[in-house]
């Protein structure tokens, strides 16, 4: 694995709104701020338009894309603000390699919701309360990175 792919994390969100795709950048910003390189799904392996959901080989292409990318990458960050299905698949796939593969792959959620995490499905709780840590602002994400040393996988004094 280069040094570059050492420290690349997955950052997925809905992507069907401006506003969701905006924080994602944000995201990033502070991902690469603070040392990270990063994978988008929709920078990366392409957006699917409404037209390329009705295409098998389209989709196949593009999951197939995403599926690759966690391989190389040492965590992702998820934006739960209005999950979508795509980013439930791909919390799925992650919390698979957190619990049954690599112990070292680190699972972050970001819920910003004013009425704080009980408001997060049950299913996407349990798994990032397992394996992974909520936070619920860009600055509460931002501290958690510079606690993370090498983002190792999370002891429980960081949950």
């Not at 990033?28 to 929709?42: C, M, Q, V």
């Not at 197939?64 to 739960?80: P, T």
Request: with cysteine.
């Amino acid at each position: 694995m280069s040094p570059t792919c050492a420290r690349k994390v997955y950052v997925a969100g809905p992507l069907q709104f401006q506003s969701s795709r905006v924080y994602l950048e944000r995201i990033e910003a502070i991902l690469k701020r603070n040392g990270f390189d990063t994978w988008s799904p929709y920078k990366d392996s392409g957006f699917l338009t409404a037209d390329d959901l009705s295409r098998p080989e389209v989709v196949a292409r593009v999951l197939g894309a995403n599926i690759a990318a966690f391989e190389e990458c040492v965590g992702a960050v998820f934006l739960l603000d209005g999950c979508s299905t795509g980013t439930i698949f791909e919390l799925g796939y992650a919390y698979c390699l957190a619990k049954n593969t690599r112990r070292d792959f680190v699972l972050i959620g970001l819920y910003s919701s004013l009425r704080g995490s009980e408001g997060l499905d049950p299913m996407v709780a349990y798994a990032l309360g397992d394996v992974g840590i909520v936070v619920t602002s860009l600055a509460d994400l931002e501290g958690k990175l510079t606690r993370i040393s090498g983002l190792k996988h999370l002891s429980e004094s960081d949950r």
